[in-house]
DNA sequence: GCGCATAATGTAAACGTTTACATCACACAC
DNA sequence: GTGTGTGATGTAAACGTTTACATTATGCGC
């Protein structure tokens, strides 16, 4: 059970034992192979804990979400979860629940559990906590959040990218009345979405018309209210951008709720490509945004503060972009005027 | 940072900082909250290796899923984790991916980490791996196997009530001739629910006929494919029932690219009830599977066996009924024969 | 004032590893 | 034969807790 009897029936000591399971350094073949048949016999893992305590070095890396349930975040975890396995890193998994409290439960996790490293995936933030990890030497990979420091790397995903490719798009297709559904003012990555949008409306010269923007909540159920709110608008938009791929669900539904279609009354283009995304009537129009991807991205940023040279963070990046499907087309109003020129 | 250090600023030995953590038996109040001003101030935490080193428990409980990016599994995380963590249990989540091999490092994690407890939400089995987790003593909870033994408990999922709900409602409903596209037959589950239909069939004295069962992959393709098949059939069914509801978006796609109508022409039952079912065209019949409720009460039966007065395992049974929204109505070919008596 | 139960606290061993350092055997140069 | 470098192995301390046991202080009955 313990490395004290795997050396006492191969008959070394246990720092030999010890070294051949570790590095297997300046150990003499003979006795290595010996040991491991002794190891095997016995079947004996090494306890983690013991290990952690005496070394210093734990293998456990964090991973803060805000909610598995939230169908953002299941790829992203299976990304990081894949390559940190693959690198013998075991991972602890924490959900915000949108609550900042929780938050503060997530990081004392980490602490007490003396992860290696942190990958906060959630934009709910606190100065203080992250100064907590920070003391401890705990390197940190944020989500959005615009610095890198010391110990501390960052993924930026470009919203822009994938909504300026929206926007063209729509515009392309005729669309002047671009309207656009929220996540919930209090999240960050929302009102990062949001004003992606309003910037790249300005690029096109197109009025930013207060209205035209409702606030729903990332949730099918608010997109859905929030539409309804867009269609009862005296001039309601030909064509609506959402914040998420569940918002515009909700929105679908709305449409399709009062009897109008989708494409024909109403674009819709959702944002993040959820897989369901394809399945919907019609198929979404959306921004990928490659979550696996992103997963992995954060376990590569951690890593490489973990083991890298350099103690020095970086800023990596995530591209997005659209994905045409068939819930956009042609504006109903649309004249022949053609598209306005991007600035 | 340490202990040690509590003890030397508070004036106290470690051991009385040790009982002020855990249990404030037996030492002064006056002392307690002295000691506890400088953990606080000292923002200590105590290391959780340490602990567990010494004490053999370790408040870490193991989640055995097959893939995370299933729709199926993060609500079982949600509820397991949510009701885990109230109890100050830390969680390691860990996916087979469908995949024997994997199972085996998923076994050998959970061990090395010492977890008080191991939950198998996943049906791809193996007897020795069990075996390992039994000889050491760890409680496990499985799902859909049929044995309770010492330190062994299984929660059942009653899917026979619920297909036994789905075929009345559609018998009811004048079909005769019903569907069912299973799962891939290498899974455990996907053959308990495909043999629940078929006991169900029988009980209504409908002939089982083996060309209206089709095989999918509990996912979307593979309803898709499936549905195909169904649907070339010189008489194919009115109504299909699926083994879960990816299987059933799949399905509805298959229907929607020949052009024909659910529920007019077809109608279709999902399993499962996956959030999203609400937002399909139609929203979706379905069998649902209270999932959160699975992942809590995995919690309690494990709980129970660790906490509970008796070692011996029990069996837990979970209900499922049929959820009717619109994917489901008459069926196109009813006779006024009205339906078959229940055997 | 004495003895004794009880409450509060301290001492030190133990948990299972890793690792710096010590030891040993051996080969090789001189 | 002696010294010295090297490769293989052993010894023992250390990691940060918990906990059985020991010790000390406190109060109470008589």
């Given at each position: 059970?313990?490395?004290?009897?795997?050396a006492?029936?191969a008959?070394?000591s246990?720092?030999t034992?010890?070294?051949?399971?570790?590095?297997?350094?300046?150990?003499?073949?003979?006795?290595?192979?010996r040991?491991?048949?002794?190891?095997r016999?016995?079947?004996y893992?090494?306890?983690?804990?013991?290990?952690?305590?005496?070394?210093?070095?734990s293998r456990?890396?964090?991973?803060?979400?805000?909610?598995i349930s939230?169908?953002?975040?299941?790829?992203?975890?299976?990304?990081?979860?894949?390559?940190?396995?693959?690198?013998?890193?075991?991972?602890?998994l924490?959900?915000?629940?949108?609550?900042?409290?929780?938050?503060?439960?997530?990081?004392?996790?980490?602490?007490?559990?003396?992860?290696?490293?942190?990958?906060?995936?959630t934009?709910?933030?606190?100065?203080?906590?992250?100064?907590?990890?920070?003391?401890?030497g705990?390197?940190?990979?944020?989500?959005d959040?615009?610095?890198?420091r010391?110990?501390?790397?960052?993924?930026?995903?470009d919203?822009?990218?994938?909504?300026r490719?929206?926007?063209?798009?729509?515009?392309?297709?005729?669309?002047?009345?671009?309207g656009?559904i929220?996540?919930?003012?209090?999240?960050?990555s929302?009102?990062?979405?949001?004003s992606a949008?309003?910037?790249?409306?300005?690029?096109?010269h197109?009025?930013e018309?207060?209205?035209l923007?409702?606030e729903?909540?990332?949730?099918?159920?608010?997109?859905?209210?929030?539409?309804?709110?867009?269609?009862?608008?005296?001039k309601?938009?030909?064509?609506?951008?959402?914040?998420?791929?569940?918002?515009a669900?909700?929105?679908?539904?709305?449409?399709?709720?009062?009897?109008?279609?989708v494409?024909?009354?109403?674009?819709i283009?959702?944002?993040d490509?959820i897989e369901?995304?394809?399945?919907?009537?019609?198929?979404?129009?959306?921004?990928?945004?490659?979550r696996v991807?992103?997963?992995?991205?954060?376990?590569?940023a951690?890593?490489?503060l973990?083991?890298?040279?350099?103690?020095?963070?970086?800023?990596y990046?995530?591209?997005?972009?659209?994905?045409v499907?068939?819930?956009?087309?042609?504006?109903?109003d649309?004249?022949?005027?053609?598209r306005?020129?991007?600035?």
């Amino acid at each position: 059970m313990s490395i004290k009897q795997v050396a006492k029936e191969a008959k070394v000591s246990t720092a030999t034992v010890s070294r051949i399971i570790n590095d297997s350094s300046s150990v003499s073949p003979a006795t290595a192979s010996r040991v491991w048949r002794v190891i095997r016999k016995q079947n004996y893992y090494p306890n983690t804990h013991a290990r952690t305590l005496v070394s210093g070095r734990s293998r456990i890396l964090g991973l803060i979400i805000s909610d598995i349930s939230n169908p953002f975040f299941p790829d992203v975890v299976k990304g990081f979860e894949d390559v940190a396995l693959q690198n013998d890193y075991e991972v602890i998994l924490t959900s915000t629940n949108y609550d900042a409290r929780r938050m503060a439960s997530c990081v004392r996790r980490m602490v007490e559990n003396k992860a290696a490293g942190v990958a906060i995936m959630t934009s709910e933030m606190n100065r203080e906590l992250i100064g907590d990890l920070a003391r401890r030497g705990i390197p940190i990979v944020f989500l959005d959040v615009g610095k890198a420091r010391n110990r501390m790397s960052n993924i930026c995903v470009d919203y822009a990218q994938g909504i300026r490719e929206a926007v063209d798009h729509l515009c392309a297709l005729g669309h002047r009345r671009i309207g656009f559904i929220s996540g919930p003012m209090n999240l960050k990555s929302a009102r990062t979405r949001r004003s992606a949008f309003l910037h790249c409306l300005n690029e096109y010269h197109l009025a930013e018309d207060s209205g035209l923007i409702a606030e729903g909540n990332h949730k099918i159920d608010g997109g859905e209210v929030a539409m309804y709110r867009l269609l009862k608008l005296k001039k309601r938009p030909t064509a609506v951008l959402t914040s998420n791929d569940l918002t515009a669900f909700g929105a679908l539904r709305a449409i399709h709720h009062v009897k109008l279609r989708v494409p024909d009354d109403i674009s819709i283009v959702g944002f993040d490509d959820i897989e369901l995304g394809q399945f919907t009537q019609p198929p979404l129009t959306t921004v990928r945004l490659p979550r696996v991807e992103l997963g992995r991205m954060a376990y590569d940023a951690l890593s490489r503060l973990l083991h890298g040279s350099s103690k020095r963070g970086s800023v990596y990046r995530i591209e997005t972009h659209l994905v045409v499907r068939s819930s956009t087309s042609t504006a109903p109003d649309a004249h022949s005027s053609g598209r306005p020129a991007r600035s």
